[in-house]
């Protein structure tokens, strides 16, 4: 299956991989996490749903490293023809103000140190796609390793009704940093007509585990999804 895929080198809407992965973490830490609402393009997100080990305050966090995002079935969801879809393999980010190896990141270059350092211990990324009447899935890109980004020093917003933030494994304050994100992006510019199954997701380090599956069903550019507003009235 060959898909239009946003080369590494690329820019899409003016826009490099690294804009994007700045402007998809303030996505991923807003109150509109997975609420799509017909946009020109669609944000995947890996699984996140760390809970603190104990009541106390300051416990260490855990996730079920067996647990996984299911968006399958009545909870994916229904695109137009041509609408985009951004996939994180796997994402690290860092603010100033974060502490790595026991010191307070300070600048830049310290937040760059400090995300790839996440990265050299990842064992293994993965980003498979297939059509729901086929039994058979196919690599998104060839090569995934290539797809490594890095953001550009950024704005991270983080208000206090973030729907994700509270199950983070170090969650913010609310407030607004500065930050640097890294990680495996794959930007598809558009998906045929049809029904997909995406899987992607990522191991280590240690028994860190992230691992999504979602589906897409792609309408005719000349259909419109109705939206049901019954409970509205």
Known sequence: MKLDVLKPWETFKGMSYGDWSSIWTNWLLSNEVDTYKGEDILFLRGNINYRPTSGIPGALRHQDPNSF?????????KVIEGTSVLIPITVAYYTIGDTFDGKTIENELQLRKAVNSDFNLIRTIWAVIKKSNSKKSYKIVPKLISYKIESPLFRLRVPASSILNEFQDEPLKPGSYYAVVGGYFILVKSLPESRYRISFGAEGPGEYSTRSIYDIE????????????SGSF
């Not at 792609?218 to 507003?229: A, E, G, H, L, R």
Request: no cysteine; net charge positive.
């Open 69 to 77: 995002l299911d968006k399958t079935g009545d909870k994916g969801y």
């Open 218 to 229: 792609v309408y005719p550019s000349t259909s419109k999804i109705t939206k049901d507003i």
